[in-house]
C-alpha cells in the first residue's frame, strides 16, 4: 500500500504544477478551479494510503520478489445482504439530478439520503442501548 500513497502524492504534485502553469496561462476559471480540484482529492487520497499504510501490515504489492498468488486471500468483511448502499447510492444519484432538473428533487431526496446513511452506519450496530 506503500507504492500507492507514494503514486498519488507524486500525482498531486504533478497536478498542482499542471493547474498552476493552465491557470497562469489560460487564465480559464472552470479549468483552472477543476484541476486544483483534482490536486486536493489526489493529496487526499495519497495521505490517507500513506497513513494507512503505516498501520497495516506490509502487503505483497510492497515487496519487489512478490508472486501475484501471494496477494489472494481474504480482503476484509464486506456486507453480503446490504440494501443501504443501494439507497444511498439512489439518494445521491437523485440529488446530484436536483442540480441539473430542479432544487425541488434535491429536497425530495434528502430523506432518502439520510435513510441509507443511517441504516448503512448503523446496520451492525449492536449493544446494550440497541432499540428493537
Known amino acids: ?8 502524492l507524486w500525482l498531486s504534485l504533478f497536478l498542482l504544477a499542471v493547474a498552476i502553469t493552465y491557470g497562469l496561462w489560460s487564465k480559464e476559471p472552470v479549468g483552472t478551479t477543476g484541476l486544483f480540484l483534482a490536486f486536493g482529492l489526489s493529496i487526499m487520497i495519497g495521505y490517507y494510503l500513506a497513513f494507512t499504510a503505516r498501520r497495516v501490515d506490509t502487503g505483497a504489492q510492497d515487496n519487489k520478489e512478490a508472486d501475484v498468488a501471494d496477494d489472494a486471500g481474504e480482503l476484509g468483511f ?7 448502499p443501494l439507497a444511498l447510492g439512489l ?3 437523485f440529488a446530484f439530478m436536483g442540480v441539473a432538473l430542479g ?9 432518502l ?14 449493544g446494550e442501548n440497541r432499540t428493537q
Not at 500500500?1 to 498519488?8: A, L, P, V, W
Not at 464486506?78 to 443501504?84: E, I, R, V
Not at 432544487?103 to 430523506?111: E, H
Open 91 to 93: 439518494g445521491g444519484a
Open 78 to 84: 464486506f456486507s453480503p445482504h446490504s440494501w443501504q
Open 113 to 126: 439520503l439520510i435513510i441509507g446513511l443511517c441504516g448503512w452506519v448503523f446496520e451492525y450496530y449492536h
Open 1 to 8: 500500500m506503500k507504492i500507492q500513497g507514494k503514486m498519488f
Open 103 to 111: 432544487w425541488w428533487l434535491v429536497y425530495v431526496s434528502a430523506p
